[in-house]
């Protein structure tokens, strides 16, 4: 596969979808009560992601988004089975795994599907992998791409501040591995040799970290194989605000003003934007990127033009370029924050563009 960026113009849909991109992720199900007066004007980041930041540190969370529960009996007519895993009962982290229910027809065969570990976005403050937008999004992307999908439920922040969802998904990634006899759906119909680890947002950012300590441990990790990194619009910040943040500077889906809240929130107490879980070109994360070339790793990084952190992913394919990695950008013109989690048109175009990066690796 040949390096390379590849900023791909949409069709009429994406000027469609402007026009109806009207709140954020998290106000998805409600009526947008924060909309903004004027365009100049800061949005208050605590009203438009409706939390309260308590005197001890924590913050309440006013909305309670809807969660589903999993579905994983046999005999129901839908094409993806799913159940709930506990990790460490004691930090309340579970996965909840994703089976294509054509799956159960291949046991003879023996044909093993690629394992996909998926981290939710959600600015490492809000929301669950039993949300339902994510429920949906782990559902249609394990039939569409044919993948098993373990849907990581980490801890958030400013309760458990970073690093702790990196812990968590490294503990998840150790939990795989030694599931690999223990837990039927994984050690049936999982290929622990062709895995890869993905999220969206705030979780492109927990996939990019937990990616660089996986590679650190590839031997300890055997005998799962990550064979690449999906990267939805990943999650990154730094001090300086780049060209995209300044355009976009009070975007409907992601104000300036929001993300940085949500960097105050799950840094470590005490640090700035550029520290490395935040800005991958700070400290020593670029020089951590060469595990992963070594490893023969490949890695999608998709955005759209009109996201406020377009410039840091682009950023990213770039430093990657650099450091000769195997790397394939996806960008759109249009489009916005989280809009594959809003809309379902959009999410089966990721899965095409994710389906294209498998495929093109095994082949
Ligand atoms: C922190 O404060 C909130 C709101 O007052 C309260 O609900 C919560 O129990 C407190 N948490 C801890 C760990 O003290
Ligand atoms: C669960 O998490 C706790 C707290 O981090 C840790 O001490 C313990 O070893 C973990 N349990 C397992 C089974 O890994
Ligand atoms: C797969 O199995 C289901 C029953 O579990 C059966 O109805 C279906 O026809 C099978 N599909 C194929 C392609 O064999
Ligand atoms: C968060 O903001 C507060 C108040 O501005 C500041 O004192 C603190 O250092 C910031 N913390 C981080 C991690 O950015």
């Known amino acids: ?49 409706h939390i309260i930041l308590n005197p001890n540190a924590t913050i309440t969370r006013l909305i309670q988004t809807p969660h589903v529960p999993p579905s994983s009996h046999p005999n129901l007519p839908i094409p993806v089975l ?93 939990w795989i591995r030694i599931s690999q006899q223990e837990e039927d759906w994984l050690a ?23 990616g660089l300590r996986a590679a ?19 999650f990154f910040g730094g001090v300086r605000m780049t060209a995209s943040e300044l355009r976009l500077l009070n975007d409907r889906a992601l104000p300036l003003s929001v993300a940085y809240l949500m960097w105050n929130l799950s840094l470590p107490v005490g640090v700035d934007r550029d520290h490395e879980y935040c800005n991958p070109m700070a400290g020593n994360g670029p020089k951590q990127l060469d595990n992963i070339r070594q490893l023969g790793w490949q890695v ?14 682009i950023e990213v394919v770039r430093l990657m370029l650099e450091k000769d990695l195997q790397v394939v950008g996806s960008f759109d013109v249009g489009d916005y924050h989280g809009i594959q989690d809003r809309e379902p048109l959009k999410a089966k175009q990721v899965y095409g563009v994710i389906k294209n990066f498998m495929s093109s690796m095994s082949a």
């Open 188 to 210: 049936r119909y999982a290929d622990y040799s062709n895995c890869f680890l993905m999220g969206s947002s705030a979780g492109g950012n927990i996939a990019y970290h937990a």
């Open 82 to 174: 799913s159940k709930d895993v506990t990790i460490n009962q004691s930090k309340n982290t579970w996965v909840r795994v994703f089976l294509p229910r054509n799956a159960l027809n291949h046991t003879s065969s023996r044909r093993r599907l690629p394992l996909v570990v998926f981290f939710h976005g959600g600015g490492f403050i809000l929301l669950s992998a039993a949300t339902r937008i994510f429920h949906q999004f782990c559902v249609n992307m394990a039939n569409d791409i044919e993948a098993v999908v373990v849907s990581v439920e980490y801890r958030l922040a400013p309760e458990n501040r970073l690093p702790e969802a990196y812990d968590d998904a490294m503990e998840a990634l150790h």
């Open 216 to 234: 650190a441990e590839a031997d300890h990790l055997l005998p799962l194989k990550i064979a690449g990194l999906i990267l939805v619009q990943p």
């Open 300 to 313: 999608l990084v998709t955005g759209c033009d009109g996201d406020p952190l377009v410039d840091r992913q």
């Open 1 to 49: 596969m040949s390096p390379m960026i590849s900023i791909s113009r949409s069709n009429f849909f994406c000027g469609l979808t402007i026009a109806f991109s009207l709140c954020f992720l998290y106000t998805l199900n409600y009526p947008n009560t924060t909309q903004s007066s004027s365009k100049n004007s800061p949005i208050d980041p605590y009203k438009k992601l």
